[in-house]
């Protein structure tokens, strides 16, 4: 089977690992890929929003399958375009159409598909430019902090959490007068969940669905939580607040209400559902969909998996996925990712590195990297992820702090910190 990847972070990485070690895999390509995709595939230069190049790609190397990383490619409706072409539409896209991924694109489909399908969630309402006053009034009726949440995509950044009234406002007016562009051009203001958060994930042809293992990433980039928010900055899996009976009440109260509510809507959905979890005393809430794998928390759900994923993703295709169970490693899986000096905010590309050669026992995950003809460079803020199966927390942790060293370059920087948080839970 050829199969088209496409993406460019360390989820492809992960993902492009873990089907290369498929037989059913012919050829990989992925696009655009970086430095790390390279070692399963081959990398091609491919822009997945131009939906005509991408066709193209596809019936001049004969794929059999495409796998969408991402959310942009998903939300501007890449499987749609795939689907509406004679030429293309017989090969399979594991990734929604646009329809199902409005779960990510938009905040306020999202919320009114879980208040209809009784998914349990906080109380929400959105507010456009022509209400603001009635945003403002309806902030002054929650407690703080208050919950501000651009509907479109922004990048990561369009969530807002307040503990000032005032300032809440103000952002209101900010966010609805394009602070994000037209992503914040409706607003949805929603009650503060207080837990500790985690992230499940579920892969669906629409009609059944396995669950994969679960994890916790962490996004600030300071230790203890502080700091600017990251898109991800080190992951855990399995995480040890979510037992038996916590992950029976989110398949009963989310995933299969979930998977029913897009069937009954006559949504059509192949592929990842991210959810992002609230774990509230016990009770699990959900705090948002995301429609393809997450990221750093791939690079930890990827090698706890030891079932075939091109098998998984060939039964997704045929809607044969309740024919199918899901084998997973007992063993501890952690992340730590190495990001640029000064990400978030500016950084630097193009820093030489070095010690690859040196890593042992740990996987490297490839995000923000280049190779150039004298060598792999720095191309993100977010470097590369380096991650460690062990009998338990600390022995993963342990390895993949000690070849986190190995890797050099300029500025680099990453968290010492991941994980320790969950130390109370494991006795």
Partial sequence: MNILLIGSGGRENALAWKMSQSAKLSKLYIAPGNAGTGNYGTNVNLDPN???????????????MVVV????????G?????????????????????????????KEFAKAFM??????T????SFTSANIAEGE???????????????????????LILNDLDEAKRELREM????????SNTVVIEEYLSGIELSVFVLTDGKSYVILPEAKDYKRVGEGDTGLNTGGMGAVSPVPFAGDEFMRKVEERIVRPTVDGLRK???????????????????????????RMGDPETEVVMPRIESDLVELFEAVAQERLGEKRIAVSSKTCCTVMMVAGGYPGSYKKGTPMTGFDEVEGSILFHAGTKQTDSGVVTNGGRVIAVSSLGASKDEALALSYRNVEHIKYEGRYFRRDIGKDLDKYYK
């Fill in 137 to 159: 009034a309806f902030l002054a009726t929650l407690k703080a902090p208050y919950v501000l949440k651009a509907d479109g995509l922004a990048a990561g950044k369009g969530v």
């Fill in 78 to 106: 890449l499987h749609d375009a795939i689907l509406a072409d004679p030429l293309t539409a017989s090969v399979p896209v594991i990734g929604p159409q646009a329809q199902g991924a409005a779960l990510e694109g938009s």
């Fill in 69 to 76: 990383g991402p959310e942009e490619p998903l939300v501007k």
């Fill in 122 to 125: 906080a109380q929400y309402k």
């Fill in 265 to 291: 809507d006559n949504i059509p959905y192949k592929g990842f559902i991210f959810v992002g979890l609230m774990n509230c005393d016990g009770e699990p809430m959900v705090i948002e969909y995301n429609v």
């Fill in 50 to 64: 131009n939906h005509a190049e991408v066709k193209r790609f596809i019936t001049d190397n004969h794929i059999d």
């Fill in 115 to 120: 208040m209809r399908h009784n998914i349990p």
């Fill in 176 to 183: 609805l007068g394009g602070k994000f562009g037209s992503a």
